[in-house]
């Protein structure tokens, strides 16, 4: 049990969304935390495979064509990076929302305990992961996987199998993270602009959890919601009809736009 779970926390298990709408309830869970409302921890599915740009990158990396044509959607993040293809089958992802106040402001120290749960989901799902013992050299800067690998929240287990990261915002924290179940490096390569990273390099720098385990999909989800709810010591909850009336404004407004995603200008800034 963590400091932060002294205040009520509950649990949204793994739901299908849209990239945009699962962004913007990132916020909403924000402002429901630092207005005194419940701590959240959630399992979520892209749905449609969706592209996650990193809050600083050139949307010029992207191959909008391809994307289209494959049927990726394309969002911003608030974190930076660079981007992440998220599989509707073959990602699994989770965030963790809480006031800042009741985490530790050491970023590094905030990062080891948010990452607790994740760490204890790999074991239960039968895999040996850590975080980077090292820096690892950049292989294809665009794409986050196979970034630069960073010893502070990139995990291993042989190759990276997750990446995480936070940012603040309206007084909480957010971190959220990918899991990679199982790999399509062809489709996750397609979606940027260059070609001059092989299939065989990116399965050299990235593993996943069908890989290492073999466990289905559906128990690693498992897993982790079961390893995120005892952590926290949640509740099962479900968003409020407010909570998604007001996210699907600025999906619509901000994450499905040009203006955030190709040109990173948050058209919701002067009211935030």
Not at 19 to 43: I, S, W
Not at 173 to 186: A, D, F, N
Not at 190 to 204: K, N
Request: aromatic share 8%.
């Amino acid at each position: 049990m963590t400091e932060g779970t002294e205040r009520e926390w509950r649990l949204i298990r793994e739901e299908a969304r849209p990239g945009p709408m699962q962004m913007a309830l990132e916020e909403v869970a924000a402002e429901t935390a630092a207005t005194g409302g419940p701590r959240t921890v959630r399992v979520y599915r892209w749905d449609p495979s969706t592209l996650s740009l990193g809050y600083h990158q050139d949307a010029t990396t992207v191959d909008w064509e391809y994307c289209e044509q494959a049927g990726i959607d394309v969002t911003r993040r608030q974190t930076g990076g660079g981007g992440i293809y998220h599989d509707v089958d073959g990602d699994i992802s989770y965030s963790i929302v809480a006031p800042a106040a009741e985490l530790p402001g050491d970023l590094m120290d905030c990062y080891e305990q948010l990452c607790t749960p994740v760490f204890d989901a790999f074991e239960r799902i039968g895999v040996d992961a850590a975080f980077a013992d090292e820096e690892q050299p950049s292989i294809h800067q665009p794409a986050c996987y196979l970034r630069a690998i960073n010893p502070a929240h990139d995990i291993l287990a042989g190759g990276k199998i997750s990446g995480n990261a936070q940012y603040r915002q309206r007084d909480a924290v957010i971190q959220h993270g990918s899991l990679s179940y199982s790999l399509t490096p062809e489709r996750h390569l397609g979606t940027f602009a260059t070609d001059d990273v092989s299939t065989e390099q990116f399965t050299d720098r990235v593993t996943s959890i069908r890989e290492e385990s073999g466990i289905s999909r559906e128990e690693a989800v498992a897993s982790l919601e079961s390893a995120l709810q005892e952590w926290a010591d949640a509740t099962v909850g479900e968003w409020t009809d407010s909570e998604l009336d007001r996210a699907r404004g600025i999906a619509e407004q901000k994450y499905e736009s040009d203006a955030w995603n190709r040109d990173r200008t948050d058209p919701l800034s002067s009211r935030a």
